[in-house]
């Protein structure tokens, strides 16, 4: 049975050099389910492997979008699915990594069956919000669908932005198009999550961070900072500098809060996966038990 092996944990943990040996192992490719790596403009900012990882295996999902473009968890599901069984073709495995929660549950469980957006209508929200922020966006969606108001992250544009335009293009409210049934796949899926103790993720972390700014991450988030407005740079290691170029904090406490934000969504990460029992759990550095576990479900 053709497998989906999907390698997933917080930020920073260290999923790209696993991913890779991995793939090398199963000679198969990598997609991945990184939000933020998709934005060709975001590279420092987010960790894309480097050129020589990228050698090392097939990579998909990638590098592929501009921050101009619009693009959400169900156009990934789609995407991602076409991808991985085209892939099937040449492989019995095929490998996901990642850590954005809401690209694994698209691929793994599936998302409610959304209509398809007008161009046109995606347009007119799209401007209403750049002009005038999310507060009339968020005015929409109380009317429409005062229970996904009450549910959602009203700070979160981009999904409130998207239940608005279900809501004006189905003409129900996006609440009651939200099953959450899992979805039936025709591969076999297998999860394997890493994670260190607190400490050494953090600490990991603060590195990382300190390496992307030796990288050029504020000269990467300075290039970008017309471009603020769009959903895509609403990401941390950005956000915080662009409140740095504005003058709202310093340079030393824009790196602060890049850390400390890091860190929270870490944990964020962390508390999502959590709720699935189907993660079969590992420090990064057992690398015997994690072949182990995969030889097992093959």
């Known amino acids: ?10 930020t920073g943990v260290g999923k790209t050099d696993l991913s890779l040996e991995l793939a090398c192992r199963y000679r198969t490719s990598i997609v991945s389910c990184d939000s933020r790596q998709i934005y060709r403009e975001m590279r420092i900012g987010t960790a894309v ?34 991808k991985i069984r085209e892939l099937f073709s040449g492989s019995d495995v095929v490998l996901m ?6 690209y694994i549950d698209a691929v793994c469980k599936g998302i409610d069956d959304i209509p398809t957006i007008d161009p046109a209508l995606r347009a007119e929200l799209t401007g209403l919000y750049e002009r005038e922020g999310l507060e009339p966006i968020r005015a929409m969606l109380r009317e429409l669908d005062p229970v996904f108001y009450g549910q959602v992250d009203l ?3 981009k999904r409130v932005l998207h239940a608005v335009e279900v809501c004006r293009m189905a003409g129900v409210p996006y609440s009651s198009l939200r099953t959450n049934q ?37 000269e990467e988030a300075r290039g970008l900072f017309p471009l603020r ?14 409140s740095y170029f504005e ?5 030393p406490e824009a790196v602060r809060l890049i850390k400390r934000n890091s860190r929270r969504y870490a ?9 699935d029992d189907d993660i079969h759990w590992f420090h990064p550095d057992a690398r015997e038990d994690i072949i182990h576990c995969v030889e097992s479900h093959l």
């Open 97 to 102: 990594v990642g850590g954005s929660m809401l």
């Open 49 to 82: 492997p480097s050129r020589a990882q990228l050698a090392k295996a097939p990579h998909f999902f990638i590098q592929t979008r501009s921050v101009h473009d619009y693009y959400n968890s169900w156009q990934f599901e789609t995407e991602a699915l076409a």
């Open 1 to 10: 049975m053709k497998t989906l092996l999907v390698l997933l944990g917080p």
């Open 155 to 157: 700070n979160n544009g």
């Open 267 to 275: 944990r964020k990460q962390l508390s999502w996966f959590r709720r």
């Open 182 to 218: 899992p979805k039936k796949r025709e591969f076999r899926i297998v999860r394997i999550g890493l994670n260190r103790d607190r400490e050494e993720l953090y600490s990991r972390i603060d590195r990382r961070v300190d390496a992307m700014l030796e990288e050029g991450l504020e």
């Open 229 to 242: 407005h769009l959903n895509a740079l609403n990401t941390v290691g950005y956000k915080e500098f662009f």
């Open 247 to 251: 003058g709202s904090v310093d340079y």
